[in-house]
C-alpha cells in the first residue's frame, strides 16, 4: 500500500459537514427565557416570573451531568416530573461555547471545582511530581461545578469504551442487558452521527454496518479545520506519524479501512482493532453540546415536569423508618462548595425536596460517595468516626477509585505552527471572527488533530493505549496551564493514555461531616495500589517508547527538541521514574461499583444502593473497573439504560408517568 493511501485511509476525507443553518448563539434557550406558546397564559405567567421551585416531584435527580441530565431528560420525557438539583449555576461562557476554547473551560473561575487529590500516601513521593502544590497539599483535579457537569470543560471527546467492559458487567451481575450486543443500542439511541456522511445516508436505506446513531439528541462531529491540512507542518507530522505507526501496528484491517478512521465504528470496536484514528467530538455546527443543552431543550418542551433548581447543594438524602429514601435536604445559595474557585462564606438556605418515586444520586466520582457517607450509607469505620447515625453499612462506599494514567512527550519546534500565527484564543482575533462568523477554522478543534490506539503488549486483550497529538505545550493539569496554549505556538505535545488499569486501590473520605468540605481523595498510584506486577507503570512507558518512535525524524523537517522526558531519561528503565513522577489522570470512575454486595459490590445491576429503598446512583462511579479510554460516552450511555430500567420498573408497579409519551425508549428531542 502506497504512502498517501495510508494517510488517506488515516484522515479520512477531513471535512464532510452536514449543511444545516449556522447557529452563533448558545443551543438552547438560557435559564428564565421566555417558555412555547403552548403553555398555558398562568404558567408562562409564573415561569416568566421566577416562581418557587416545586417542593417534590415524581422523581429528584442530584446532578446535571452526562449521567444526571441524561436520566432525568428521559424520564421527563417519559411523562414523570422530575426536579434536578445543581450545586453550580448556568454562567454564560464563552470557554464553554469554542471547541479549541476547552482549555479556559477548565480554569474558568465561575464553573471551576478544585479538587486538590493525593497520588501517594507517602508526601516525599508526592512532591517529586512537579505539578504537586505545596500550599494545598495535593495535585490540583479539576472539576466542573455547572449545569451540564463535566460536560461544561471536558475536551469534547466522544470515543466508545471496549465491548470487554460492558461483557465483564454482565458477568458480574448475571445480568444480560449488560451485554456489549445490546448495550450499543443505548449508543445508537444517543448519538447524532454527523461525521459519516454515506453511513448516514445508507441508513436511511435500512443498511448500518456501523451501526452508529443518526436520529438521537447528541450531535457527534469531526473537526478537520482547512488550516491545519494546509499548514505543511501538520501534513508532515500526518505523515511521519501514520507512516510509524504502520511500522509499529502494521497496515490497517479492512474494518479500520472501510470505517475510514472512525474509532466508534461498530466493526471496528468488534474486533478489537487499533491504529491510527481521528476523535470524534459532541458539538452541533463546532459549538459544544452536552448535557446542558439535553436538559434546557427537554425544559422548553416540557415546563411543567421538568425543574432545574441551580445553586442547590445537596447535603443528605432523608429517609423514613423504612430505610425508603423520600427526599434530599440542600443548601440553596451560590458557590457554596469549598471546592468553589471562589467560594462563599454565607452558610446557605437549608430546603428540602420529596421524592414521590425515587432519589437518584449523579453527583459524581466524588461527591456522590461523599453525599451517601453523609446520609448515613458507607463503611462503618467512616460513619463512627464522623459521628454519622449508620442507616446501612457498605463498605465500599468511596473504596475502588480508579482513574486512567497519563503522561506527556513535549517537544519544543524551532518555529510556530502556521495555523496558529495570530491566534490569541481571545474574542479579539480574526481566527475567533471566524468561528463565530462562519462556523470554520482553528477554534472549530479541539486539538487534537491525530490519535493512535494501540496496545501496550501482545497480551492485551483490548487496546489499551491512546496516544493524542496537541499543537501546544500540555504537561499536565496546574492551575495556569491553560495561559501556556496562548504562550507557546511552537509546541508539539504527544499525550500518553493508559486504559484499562489495573488498580483500584484508590480512597474517597470524608475529611468532615459538613457537606460543604471536600472529601479526601488519594488514587494510590502504581506500586502504593493494588496493581502489584506493576503492569500498569510498564503500559506507560511502552507508551512513551512509541510515541518517540512515531515522532522519530521528524526532528529535522520541524526542528523538534524533546523537552519532557527529554535526555535525562533516553531508556525504558529509566522512564518508569518518569512516569511515577509525573503522571495524571482526569477520567475518576469507580467509588460505587455495581457488583454483588457480598463482593464488594455497592449497587445492584439496576443501580440501586443495597440496603435502602429508593436510591440510584448514575453516574461514573457505577463501573467497577474503567470503561473504555475515554468515560464519556460510557456515561451517557448508562444514563439512557438507567431512565429505560427505572421507567420499567414504574410500570410494572403501576406507576406510569402522567400523560407519558413512551419516548424512553426512542428519541430524544433536536435543538
Known amino acids: ?30 435559564s428564565g427565557s421566555a417558555p412555547p406558546a403552548s403553555v398555558g397564559p398562568a404558567r408562562r405567567a409564573a415561569v416568566q416570573a421566577g416562581e418557587a421551585a416545586p417542593t417534590s416531584a415524581d422523581f429528584v435527580v442530584v446532578g446535571s451531568g452526562a449521567g444526571g441530565g441524561t436520566v432525568a431528560a428521559r424520564l421527563v420525557e417519559a411523562g414523570y416530573s422530575v426536579i434536578v438539583l445543581e450545586a453550580g449555576g448556568d454562567p454564560p461562557s464563552v470557554p464553554y461555547d469554542v471547541p479549541a476554547f476547552h482549555p479556559f ?46 460536560t461544561a470543560h471536558n475536551a469534547l471527546i466522544f470515543v466508545y469504551p471496549s465491548n470487554n467492559d460492558w461483557n465483564h458487567l454482565a458477568d458480574l451481575t448475571g445480568d444480560s442487558s449488560w451485554r456489549a450486543e445490546k448495550m450499543r443500542a443505548y449508543f445508537e439511541r444517543l448519538e447524532d452521527c454527523r461525521h459519516r456522511r454515506v453511513a448516514r445516508f445508507r441508513h436511511k436505506l435500512g443498511v448500518n454496518p456501523s451501526r452508529h446513531g443518526f436520529d438521537g439528541w447528541l450531535p457527534v462531529e469531526k473537526a478537520a479545520p482547512a488550516e491545519a491540512i494546509r499548514d505543511g507542518k501538520v501534513r508532515r507530522l500526518f505523515a511521519a506519524s501514520i507512516r510509524n505507526a504502520v511500522k509499529e501496528v502494521g497496515l490497517p484491517s479492512p474494518a479500520r479501512l472501510e470505517s475510514l478512521g472512525d474509532p466508534n465504528d461498530w466493526r471496528v470496536i468488534s474486533e478489537n482493532e487499533f491504529g491510527a484514528c481521528y476523535t470524534p467530538m459532541t458539538t452541533r455546527n463546532y459549538q459544544r453540546v452536552g448535557a446542558r443543552e ?8 416540557y415546563p411543567d415536569r421538568l425543574t432545574i433548581e441551580l445553586n442547590a447543594l445537596a447535603t443528605r438524602v432523608i429517609f423514613d423508618d423504612q430505610k425508603r429514601a423520600v427526599g434530599v435536604e440542600y443548601l440553596k445559595g451560590e458557590r457554596l462548595y469549598q471546592a468553589h474557585a471562589t467560594p462563599s462564606e454565607l452558610p446557605g438556605e437549608p430546603r428540602q425536596v420529596r421524592a414521590r418515586r425515587e432519589v ?80 470554520r477554522g482553528i477554534y472549530t478543534t479541539n486539538g487534537v488533530p491525530l490519535c493512535v490506539i494501540a496496545r501496550s503488549t501482545a497480551g492485551q486483550p483490548s487496546p489499551d ?27 508539539l505535545t504527544w499525550v500518553v493514555l493508559k486504559g484499562h488499569t489495573n488498580n483500584t486501590g484508590g480512597t474517597v473520605t ?70 511515577r ?19 464488594g459490590g455497592v449497587l445492584s445491576g439496576d443501580f440501586k444502593v443495597y440496603g435502602v429503598e429508593g436510591v440510584r446512583v448514575v453516574d461514573a462511579s457505577v463501573f467497577p473497573r474503567v470503561p473504555g479510554l475515554f468515560i464519556a460516552s460510557a456515561v451517557y450511555m448508562i444514563g439512557e439504560k438507567a431512565a429505560e430500567v427505572i421507567a420499567a420498573a414504574q410500570q410494572v408497579a403501576g406507576g406510569r408517568g402522567r400523560g407519558a409519551e413512551a419516548e424512553a425508549g426512542g428519541r430524544g428531542g433536536r435543538y
Not at 2 to 22: F, Q, V
Not at 124 to 137: C, I, Q
Not at 474 to 482: A, C, L, T, V, W
Open 1 to 30: 500500500m502506497k504512502r498517501r493511501d495510508l494517510l488517506k485511509a488515516a484522515l479520512a476525507l477531513p471535512a464532510l459537514r452536514i449543511p444545516r443553518t449556522a447557529d452563533l448563539t448558545r443551543s438552547a434557550p438560557p
Open 581 to 599: 513522577a509525573h503522571a495524571w489522570g482526569h477520567h475518576a470512575s469507580c467509588s460505587c461499583p455495581i457488583g454483588p454486595r457480598d463482593r
Open 294 to 301: 439535553r436538559l434546557l431543550d427537554v425544559r422548553r418542551r
Open 510 to 579: 470524608l475529611s468532615s461531616r459538613d457537606p460543604r468540605v471536600r472529601p479526601v481523595i488519594n488514587f494510590n498510584y502504581f506500586e502504593d495500589g493494588t496493581d502489584a506486577a506493576g503492569d500498569d507503570l510498564t503500559a506507560v512507558v511502552k507508551g512513551v517508547s512509541l510515541v518517540r518512535r512515531m515522532t522519530a525524524g521528524l526532528q529535522q523537517t520541524l526542528g523538534l527538541v524533546e523537552e519532557m522526558p527529554g535526555a535525562d531519561y533516553p531508556t525504558e528503565a529509566s522512564l518508569r521514574d518518569f512516569v
Open 360 to 439: 437518584i444520586l449523579a453527583g459524581g466520582v466524588f461527591n456522590t460517595p461523599q453525599l451517601l457517607m453523609l446520609s448515613g450509607i458507607g463503611p462503618e469505620s467512616e460513619l463512627r468516626r464522623h459521628m454519622i447515625p449508620p442507616v446501612v453499612v457498605l463498605d465500599r462506599v468511596g473504596r475502588n477509585l480508579q482513574d486512567r494514567y497519563e503522561v506527556a512527550v513535549v517537544n519544543r519546534m524551532e518555529h510556530p505552527w502556521d495555523m496558529l500565527r495570530g491566534a490569541t484564543f481571545t474574542e479579539s482575533d480574526s481566527q475567533y471572527e471566524e468561528w463565530k462568523s462562519n462556523r
Open 105 to 150: 473551560a477548565t480554569e474558568h473561575e465561575a464553573m471551576r471545582w478544585d479538587f486538590f487529590v493525593h497520588h501517594y500516601g507517602d508526601p516525599a513521593k508526592e512532591r517529586n511530581d512537579p505539578k504537586y502544590l505545596t500550599d494545598k497539599g495535593g495535585v490540583w483535579y479539576p472539576r466542573a461545578g455547572t449545569l451540564g457537569g463535566c
Open 465 to 491: 493505549l491512546f496516544c493524542y497529538a496537541l499543537l501546544t505545550d500540555f504537561r499536565g493539569y496546574k492551575p495556569g496551564y491553560s495561559e501556556v496554549v496562548r504562550e507557546r505556538p511552537n509546541y
